[in-house]
Antibody, heavy 121, light 111 residues
Framework: QVQLVQSGAEVKKPGASVKVSCKAS????????MHWVRRAPGQGLEWMGI????????SSPQKFQDRVSMTWDTSTSTVYMELRRLTSEDTAVYFC??????????????WGQGTLVTVSS | QSVLTQPPSVSGAPGQTVTIPCTGS?????????VNWYQQFPGKAPQLLIF???HRPSGVPDRFSGSKSGTSASLAITGLQAEDEAEYYC???????????FGGGTKVTVL
């Protein structure tokens, strides 16, 4: 069965970086786009970007472009999201999600369990 | 401020029907981009409830239905049950922002 298992909770100081991992299983990793979504306390969901492991490409909204790096390791079917120069506004639960279709906009049919990132001095 | 607008909360008695609207604009829902809906329980990951406006993934009860018209979409829950208490999010694409966009979420309470 399809599973996305994320790394554990993190506590970071302002200005630091955080790297969250998401290990996929139960499907052919390079056949699906993967996405990152976050939910800050009291806020709605926010799309952070997309990874296409099969075509060696990533894309993210302008809001995150200079602070986020999305990478992957095909040998372990794992995607990573690194967010730099953290502020308190980055405190959120971060989710990886699989795209149902291989295109920039797609429903997300499977989600990781979420990783809480807390930014506090 | 979310690009797609949802009411913060709706409520209904068991067995009733509740409808959650999702209002967009000409650059997202009104531009013919599909709308998806997710259900999220506290402390859990969102789950896909409706995709491509009105399609249910396997395993989703037919009590849940979606529709779209013009610049808006809606999710209906008929025969409301206590287990339907959750947060619901709409999701579409915005061509001006060139990103996926979500609604702010609607908390459904079963009275």
């Amino acid at each position: 069965q399809v599973q996305l298992v994320q790394s554990g909770a993190e506590v970071k100081k302002p200005g630091a970086s955080v790297k969250v991992s998401c290990k996929a299983s139960g499907f052919i990793f390079t056949n699906h786009y993967m996405h990152w979504v976050r939910r800050a306390p009291g806020q709605g969901l926010e799309w952070m970007g997309i990874i296409n492991p099969g075509a060696d490409s990533t894309s993210s909204p302008q809001k995150f472009q200079d602070r986020v790096s999305m990478t992957w390791d095909t040998s372990t079917s794992t995607v990573y999201m690194e967010l730099r120069r953290l502020t308190s506004e980055d405190t959120a639960v971060y989710f990886c999600a699989r795209g149902l279709w291989n295109q920039r906009f797609s429903p997300f049919d499977y989600w990781g369990q979420g990783t809480l990132v807390t930014v506090s001095s | 401020q979310s690009v797609l607008t949802q009411p913060p909360s709706v409520s209904g008695a068991p067995g009733q029907t509740v409808t959650i609207p999702c209002t967009g604009s000409s650059s997202n829902i009104g531009a013919a981009y599909d709308v998806n809906w997710y259900q999220q329980f506290p402390g859990k990951a969102p789950q896909l409830l409706i995709f491509a406006n009105s399609h249910r993934p396997s395993g989703v009860p037919d009590r849940f239905s979606g529709s779209k018209s013009g610049t808006s979409a809606s999710l209906a829950i008929t025969g409301l049950q206590a287990e339907d208490e959750a947060e619901y999010y709409c999701h579409s694409y915005d061509s001006s922002l060139t990103t996926s966009v979500f609604g702010g979420g609607t908390k459904v309470t079963v009275l």
